[in-house]
């Protein structure tokens, strides 16, 4: 009876301990197992499937580099990617969640996202370390689940918005209401624009909401002295309308642990 119930649980750890080391050696095998760093698949000794999704030699120390995840937690602030994403369950639902994006995607996917970015991610000129240290950090908020509000895909029409005619010669923004709109990428993208993530305006001190954007469009110049944005002229229909459309319609501001 004893003898079966070590046999047993022999054959059930053999069963479930990982076949990366037919291959491998082990290594940090005190702070978890290989999937938990790397990822892959440890229930296979053909290699193709073994290393399906793998986290590489470069980034597999998420984990453990505490210095790096929190250099890439501070690009990550200082660059405001959480006006038009979530990231660890915080920021603005206006373009895919980051951490459930971390949880599916490999880390050299997640650096061409950011290095090559589409037209409606801005392009930020980072150097390859610092998308390093980035990646490390949104690895670390992956969560395994995807997002429970998927992001939506819009599929914009031939139709111009009010935005589009009047601002989106210069400009460019994700809304929730409308998907993207604009093709300018001489002024600033104004995704996310009233919320704590959307970077302050110093002559302004404050965050924007729609009262400061109305006299802003209007004539810039009454909130800074130095903008080179000139007054647009716009009927009250219109600056309402533009005013709606930059609603976030998801915004979660409570505190996350990243
Ligand atoms: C059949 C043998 C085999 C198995 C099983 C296997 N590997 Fe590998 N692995 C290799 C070989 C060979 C290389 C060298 C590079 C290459 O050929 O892809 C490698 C490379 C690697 C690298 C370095 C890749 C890089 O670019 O940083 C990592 C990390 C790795 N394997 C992790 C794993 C993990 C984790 C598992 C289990 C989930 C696993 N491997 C299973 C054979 C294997
Ligand atoms: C705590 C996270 C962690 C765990 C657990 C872990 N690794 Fe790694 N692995 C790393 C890091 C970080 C590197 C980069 C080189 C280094 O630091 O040793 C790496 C590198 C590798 C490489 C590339 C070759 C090399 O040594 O540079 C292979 C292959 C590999 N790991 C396989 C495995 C296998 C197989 C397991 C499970 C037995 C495993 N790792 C467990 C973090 C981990
Ligand atoms: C103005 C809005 C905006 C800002 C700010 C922004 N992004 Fe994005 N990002 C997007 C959009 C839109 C997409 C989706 C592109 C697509 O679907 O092709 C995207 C996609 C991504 C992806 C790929 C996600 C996936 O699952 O395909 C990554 C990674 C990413 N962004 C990282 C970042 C990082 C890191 C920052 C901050 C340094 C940042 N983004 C700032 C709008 C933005
Ligand atoms: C002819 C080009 C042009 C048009 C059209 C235009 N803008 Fe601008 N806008 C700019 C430029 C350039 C800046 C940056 C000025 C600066 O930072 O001083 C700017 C800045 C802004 C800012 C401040 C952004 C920040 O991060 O501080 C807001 C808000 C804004 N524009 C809203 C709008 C809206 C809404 C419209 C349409 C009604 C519009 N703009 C039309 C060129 C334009």
């Known amino acids: 009876m004893v003898i079966r119930i070590i046999l047993i649980i022999f054959l ?19 702070t978890g197992s290989c999937i938990s760093c790397h990822r892959g698949d440890g229930r296979t000794s053909r290699k193709n499937i ?3 999704g793998l986290i590489t030699s470069s980034y597999a120390d998420f984990k453990i580099n505490a210095e790096a995840v929190e250099k ?20 603005n639902d206006l373009a895919p969640d980051l951490s459930a994006s971390a949880a599916k995607n490999t880390a050299e ?16 000129y980072f150097t390859k370390t610092s998308r390093t240290s980035i990646i490390k950090y949104l690895l670390g ?8 509000n998927p992001y939506a895909v819009y599929f914009t029409d031939s139709s111009e918005n009010v935005f589009d005619k009047k601002c989106g010669g210069c400009h460019r923004v994700i809304t929730s209401g409308y998907g993207p709109s604009g093709i300018g990428d001489t002024a600033p993208n104004l995704s ?18 729609k009262k400061i954007l109305k006299e ?7 909130h800074d002295k130095n903008t080179l944005m000139a ?27 990243f």
């Open 12 to 30: 059930a750890s053999t069963a479930f301990a990982e076949l990366c080391t037919t291959c491998h050696s082990e290594h940090y095998e005190k």
């Open 50 to 52: 073994a290393h399906f």
């Open 72 to 91: 890439g937690r501070k690009i990550t602030e200082k660059a405001s990617c959480r006006r038009c994403h979530l990231i660890g369950g915080k920021g």
């Open 109 to 124: 996917k997640l650096d061409k996202s950011i290095s090559e970015p589409t037209d409606f991610m801005p392009k930020f």
């Open 141 to 148: 908020t992956s969560v395994s689940e995807t997002s429970k």
């Open 192 to 209: 996310g624009l009233y919320s704590e993530f959307y970077p302050q305006r110093k002559a302004i001190g404050k965050p924007w909401d």
């Open 216 to 222: 802003w469009m209007k004539n810039p110049r009454s």
């Open 231 to 257: 007054p647009v002229p716009l009927t009250e229909k219109e600056s309402e309308e533009i005013i709606r459309m930059l609603e976030i319609e998801k915004t979660v501001k409570e505190h996350s642990p």
